[in-house]
Structure formats: structure tokens, C-alpha cells
């Protein structure tokens, strides 16, 4: 780089990064009015020593307009000290200071030498001191802006040196000296520590900026960790916080707040048929659905796979809670277009009010109690959290007690269910029903306790009795005669219960006619160990009959993918035959399609002769329903099968 060229950017050159020029400001700034008030004082202070000797424009106007000068600068600056500059501004500024401070060191230097041939020896000798004190000061103060600082030096020292060397005064030529000196000496340092000073700020810029990163980067992180990424709603956890706070805030506002748990309806089902990514656009609708209807206070997160959460703050009661889930659930019923074609859903919600001293436990355990109350008896519907729910807990609270410490053995019986050919005209089996008589709450029905045995993981236990009893019974059937047993999904999708199974039958005599009846909700949870399970019952000579076909998300690939020699046809249909064409035709296509499988098919809950006629005319065959028997104690099977038999004889002799 020329000489040239290096001083024409010491003087012009702009500071490189913005950070640079903002903190050359922030630092002219705070030294800006040491800078005017000791110039204003040291010149004062010359003037007054000269005010005798000197003629008054020297002594009392031209000070009086560097003053002014120097005061206005000061007001001007004092007012805008506050003010947020912008990069550019303050560039602008830096360069006016230069400019300005070119202004003031000409003015003052003329001023200071236009006085000293009026003063004595020690008059001028002050006026050599003031002039190098105060432009040794000013250059401190503007040691931050570099162009400043040299055009001060600069601007002062050659007409000084000049000034003073062609006095021919060897004392102020010795002065001169000193002075071109000194303020070398001074513009190097100067220079030198302007240098660390951009590279100070660099280097905090530098690591501002690394700050900010990593800030960035735990911000990512915590809306990573917060954020369902296929949805982009919050997540589980994020929802655990926002609800506990939500409570906290409720607690100390006296404003109750609201949770609403909200499932879709069987949505395994659409990632069985359709495929895991349509479930995945399927999840992503429902998200957009729910955040298009909800209220700016209502907080909504996404807790697992097809299930989904709200918080609601704000006004709450059961009218606007009810109002929410009917929306939530209608804008769920109307259908999916995917490409793969519209697919038709439903979700039922549960929804709890808070109440002083709730915990975020327990009021998402009361949603989620409406929930699954929903889903028993208003699937697809809200149900809202009320008094009579909280009875029911207290109530299923006890019988779960009761249960986990009933004496099974003693307490579970079972009854058992013909199960009538009507083309033989003969009871081929029986099923095996299990009842509680609990010492404290008396009969509990199978609809009750077994779903509650299911989720307090006793079920297992309760198969293995009931199967117990039922093989002791099959021992007292005639040998041709088949008896069901019910599994439950536990049952199927626990490795080591099946093993339990299988020991227990193994254990007995030969050959094996047990018909272990299962559902389709067991098979789905899990469908690879189920046809493990399936497969060791099989081998065992048991029989598998999928029980309730048509209640749940029947599927025609599990039923000819699945081992199975028999369907059961579920009662809901039966009901139905005699009234509902829908119901007789689809009647049709299951005993069809039994009949093409070469399994067979029973009819659960016959009650009325019509029942009997269309399900026979339909191509019925083997029928179960309290039209053939109720369930009974294995002590009255002999006694019904002796009546049977009375029975046929009698219409054998009268067709003979
Ligand atoms: P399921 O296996 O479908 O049993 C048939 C149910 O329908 C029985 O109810 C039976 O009493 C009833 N039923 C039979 N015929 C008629 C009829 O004509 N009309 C009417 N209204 N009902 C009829 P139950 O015994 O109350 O059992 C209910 C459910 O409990 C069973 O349905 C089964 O899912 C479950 N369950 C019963 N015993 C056991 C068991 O030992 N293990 C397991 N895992 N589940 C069992
Ligand atoms: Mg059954
Ligand atoms: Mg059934």
C-alpha cells in the first residue's frame, strides 16, 4: 500500500464492521463532554491572563463564539445521548466529530497564536503550555476514533512547530521540540491502541455472536424436545407443562380450566389398510382440523400416535365444554381425501373441569375417564366429565380393590352356553362363560370385571381358572361334544401366558376339545405374536373361533390370514335380521364367505323364532342364544342333554 494511500485511509477510512463504528460512538460519547469542558475551561483561562494585554475581540468575542461553539456541541450532544443509533447514523456522526474537530483544533490554533505576540515572556510561555496540554488532552478524549485524533495532532503540531521554531527563541524552539515529539509519540500509541480496540471489539463481537448460536441452538433444542414433529403441535411433555402451569395460574386466578382428551376412533385400523404414511397425513388433517376450531386460550398438543389433548383457559363451564367436543368431534367425522380416497373416521373426546386443589394428574385422569366413557357409550361423541363419572370411579375403584383381593379360585365360576347345529338338530358344544360372585358385591357380570381384569392385569389369572373348570367340565361331555373357551388380547399377546395355556391343557387328557374363541381387537394389538399364540393353541388340537366378528374393524385379510376354523357372527346383526336389510344382507355374504373359507359360522344371541327363520334362511347353521339355552351351571348340562335327547327321540317317532 502507498504512503499516500495508508494516511488518506487513516484519515477517511470507515470502521470496518458495524459493531466496530457503534462502539467508537458508545465510547466518543461518554468522553465527548469532558472533551468540550476542558477546552472551554483551559481557553477561558488563557483569555483571562490576556484580557488586559490583548485587544477584546482575542480576549473576550472569539473566546465567546468557541464557546458557544463548544456548548452547543455539548446541549446537542447531552440531548441525543439517549437515542438508539442506527450503524449508518453513527458513521455519519464519527466522520461530522472529524470534521469537526479539524474545525476546532484550526480555530483554537489560530485563536492561541493570533495572541502570543501580546503577552510577556510568561504570557507566551502559557500560551506554548496551553496549547500542548490541551491538545494532548483532546486527543485522549478522541482516542477511540482514530481519524479524529490525528487531525487534531496533525492540525495543532505543524503550525505550532512552525510557529514556534521561527520565533528564533531558543526556549520555544526547545518547546516545539518537545512538543513534535510528545505528540509523535502520542499519535503511535494512539494508532496502536485504536488497533486493540477494533480487535477488542471484534473479538467480544466474535464471541457475542457465539452466544447468540448457541442460544439459537438451545432453542432449537427446547423446540425439539417440545414439538411433535409430524404435526408440529407440542408435544407430551410440552403439554404436561402447560397444564401444570395452567393449574397453578387457575389456583391463584380462582378460574377453573378445562382438559379434554380426544382419541380417534379404531385409527390402527387406517394404518393397517391405508398405510403408514396416509395415517401420518391423516394425523397431520386432524391437527390442522382441531387448531382451525380452536380458541386462541385453548392450548392443544398432540400426546401419542392417534391420541390428542386441549387445555382450555378462559370462561369454562359443561355448556362451553360440551359446545367444544361437539365441534371437535363433527369436524372429525367428515371425511379424509386421500389420494388413496376419502376415508371416513371418528374420535370421541373426554372432557374435565378443574377443581380447587386439583393436580395435573388428576384432572387429566377425569378427561381421560370421560374419554373412555365416550368411547363405551358414545363413541365418536364428547362425553363431559360430571358427578355421576366421579361415583363411578369411586365405584369401579372398589370393585378393582375387591377384585385384586377376591379369592379367585373360589369366587370365579362358570357357566356354560349351548351351542346348537340346527341342521343336525343336536348341541354340538357349550362355551364357557365366566361369573364373579364376590362375597361383598355379589354377581358381578363378565362385562364388568373382565374388561377391569384386563386393565389391572389379573385377566391372565382369571383365564387360567376358567380354564381350569372347563376342562374338569369337558371330562363329564359326551365325546363328540366341543367346549369354548374365552382368551383375552392379553392372553394372546403374552408369550408367556399361551405357555401357561398350553402347559395347563397339556397337562390334560386326550384329545384336546377345547375351541378358544378370540377377537379381532387381540389379534390387531399385536399380530405377529398372535399367530405364534395361534399357532401353539393349534398344535396343542384346539380349535380358534374369532368371536364378535362385525363389532370392531372387521377385516376380511384376518380372517383368511388367520388359522381359524370358525366365526362367530356377533348379536348385533342377529337383532337386526328380521328388520334390517342392510343386516340380512351382510348376514348373507358372511355365511358366504364362511362357506367359501370352509369354516363355519355360529349366530350369537338368538332369542326370537323370526331370529332362527331368517338366520336359517339365510344359510345359518350352528346357532347360540338364549332361544336354545341360557347360560347354566355344568350341573344342569346332563340333565339338558337328556332332555335333547327325549326331545329327538319324540319327534322321531312322530315323523316315523
Ligand atoms: P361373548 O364371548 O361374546 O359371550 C357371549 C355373551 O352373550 C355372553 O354374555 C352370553 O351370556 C351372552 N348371550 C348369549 N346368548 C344371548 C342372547 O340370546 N341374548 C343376550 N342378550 N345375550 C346373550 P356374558 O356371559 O355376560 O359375557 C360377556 C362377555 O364377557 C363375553 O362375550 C366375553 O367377551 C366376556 N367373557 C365372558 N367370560 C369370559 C372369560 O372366561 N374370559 C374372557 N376373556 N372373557 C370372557
Ligand atoms: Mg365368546
Ligand atoms: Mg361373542
Redesign the pocket.
Known amino acids: 500500500m502507498s504512503v499516500r494511500r495508508y494516511i488518506r485511509d487513516l484519515f477517511t477510512r470507515q470502521p470496518d464492521g458495524p459493531e466496530l463504528a457503534m462502539a467508537q460512538w458508545r465510547a466518543l460519547s461518554r468522553q465527548i463532554p469532558l472533551l468540550y469542558a476542558m477546552l472551554v475551561a483551559n481557553t477561558l483561562i488563557v483569555a483571562w491572563t490576556h484580557v488586559h494585554v490583548a485587544p477584546a475581540e482575542l480576549t473576550i468575542y472569539i473566546p465567546a463564539v468557541l464557546t458557544f461553539l463548544c456548548v452547543v456541541r455539548t446541549i446537542g450532544w447531552w440531548r441525543s445521548r439517549n437515542a438508539q443509533l442506527s450503524v449508518g447514523q453513527a458513521r455519519s456522526r464519527l466522520l461530522a466529530m472529524v470534521w469537526m474537530a479539524a474545525g476546532l483544533a484550526v480555530g483554537f490554533t489560530a485563536w492561541s497564536l493570533s495572541l502570543f505576540p501580546f503577552g510577556d515572556a510568561y504570557m507566551r510561555s502559557q500560551i506554548a503550555f496551553y496549547m500542548g496540554i490541551t491538545t494532548i488532552g483532546c486527543m485522549f478524549c478522541l482516542m477511540h476514533v482514530r481519524a479524529a485524533a490525528l487531525v487534531v495532532g496533525i492540525l495543532v503540531l505543524f503550525p505550532f512547530t512552525l510557529f514556534f521554531i521561527t520565533s528564533g527563541q531558543p526556549t520555544f524552539i526547545a518547546i516545539a521540540i518537545n512538543m513534535a515529539l510528545v505528540i509523535t509519540a502520542l499519535l503511535i500509541i494512539l494508532l496502536g491502541n485504536n488497533k486493540d480496540f477494533a480487535e477488542l471489539v471484534e473479538s467480544r463481537n466474535a464471541m457475542v455472536q457465539r452466544q447468540l448460536e448457541t442460544q439459537r441452538l438451545l432453542d432449537e433444542n427446547h423446540r425439539l424436545a417440545n414439538i411433535d414433529s409430524l404435526t408440529g403441535l407440542p408435544n407430551r411433555r410440552n403439554f404436561d407443562q402447560r397444564l401444570a402451569a395452567a393449574l397453578a395460574e387457575a389456583e391463584i386466578t380462582h378460574c377453573p380450566i378445562a382438559v379434554a382428551r380426544f382419541d380417534l376412533d379404531d385409527f390402527k385400523s387406517v394404518n393397517q389398510i391405508f398405510g403408514h404414511s396416509t395415517g401420518d397425513r391423516v394425523l397431520i388433517e386432524v391437527a390442522r382440523r382441531i387448531n382451525a376450531l380452536r380458541r386462541p386460550d385453548t392450548f392443544v398438543a398432540r400426546l401419542d400416535s392417534n391420541s390428542f389433548a386441549l387445555v382450555m383457559q378462559g370462561p369454562v363451564d359443561e355448556t362451553s365444554m360440551a359446545d367444544c367436543g361437539e365441534k371437535l368431534c363433527a369436524a372429525m367425522r367428515k371425511p379424509f381425501d386421500m389420494p388413496a380416497g376419502p376415508i371416513r373416521l371418528s374420535a370421541s373426546a373426554g372432557f374435565a373441569a378443574s377443581c380447587p386443589g386439583d393436580t395435573a394428574h388428576s384432572l387429566f385422569d377425569r378427561a381421560d375417564y370421560a374419554n373412555s366413557a365416550a368411547k363405551r357409550n358414545a363413541r365418536g361423541d364428547a362425553v363431559v366429565f360430571l358427578d355421576q363419572h366421579a361415583s363411578e370411579i369411586t365405584k369401579v375403584r372398589r370393585m378393582e380393590h375387591l377384585l385384586h383381593t377376591a379369592k379367585l379360585d373360589d369366587e370365579i365360576y362358570?357357566?356354560l352356553?349351548p351351542q346348537f347345529d340346527v341342521a343336525l338338530g343336536v348341541t354340538t358344544g357349550f362355551?364357557?362363560?365366566?361369573r364373579w360372585r364376590s362375597p361383598v358385591l355379589g354377581e358381578v357380570?363378565?362385562?364388568e370385571f373382565?374388561p377391569m381384569a384386563e386393565r389391572t392385569g389379573q385377566?391372565c389369572r382369571?383365564?387360567q381358572i376358567?380354564l381350569g373348570k372347563a376342562l374338569a367340565v369337558s371330562e363329564l361331555l359326551p365325546a363328540k361334544m366341543r367346549l369354548s373357551?374365552?382368551?383375552?388380547a392379553n392372553?394372546i399377546g403374552s408369550a408367556t401366558a399361551i405357555e401357561q395355556i398350553v402347559a395347563r391343557v397339556s397337562a390334560h387328557s386326550k384329545p384336546c376339545r377345547l375351541d378358544f374363541?378370540i377377537?379381532e381387537t387381540a389379534v390387531m394389538r399385536d399380530l405377529d405374536q398372535a399367530n405364534r399364540s395361534l399357532l401353539a393353541l393349534l398344535n396343542l388340537g384346539a380349535r380358534i373361533a374369532l368371536?364378535?366378528f362385525g363389532t370392531g374393524h372387521s377385516s376380511l385379510t384376518h380372517v383368511q390370514k388367520l388359522p381359524l376354523h370358525r366365526i362367530?357372527i356377533d348379536?348385533s346383526f342377529v337383532m337386526e335380521v328380521t328388520s334390517d336389510p342392510a343386516s340380512r344382507a351382510i348376514v348373507k355374504t358372511m355365511v358366504d364367505l364362511c362357506r367359501n373359507l370352509g369354516i363355519s359360522c355360529v349366530f350369537?344371541?338368538?332369542?326370537t323364532e323370526q331370529q332362527l327363520e331368517a338366520l336359517v334362511s339365510l344359510g345359518g347353521q350352528v346357532m347360540?342364544?338364549?332361544?336354545f339355552g341360557?347360560?347354566m351351571p355344568p350341573e344342569e348340562i346332563e340333565a339338558y342333554l337328556a332332555r335333547e335327547t327325549k326331545l329327538r327321540q319324540l319327534e322321531a317317532r312322530a315323523v316315523g
Not at 373357551?485 to 383375552?488: E, G, I
Open positions: 362358570i357357566l352356553q362355551e364357557a362363560l365366566a357380570s363378565p362385562a373382565i385377566i382369571i383365564t376358567v373357551v374365552n382368551l383375552s392372553d374363541e377377537t368371536d364378535d362367530k348379536r350369537e344371541g338368538i332369542e347360540q342364544g338364549y332361544l341360557r347360560p
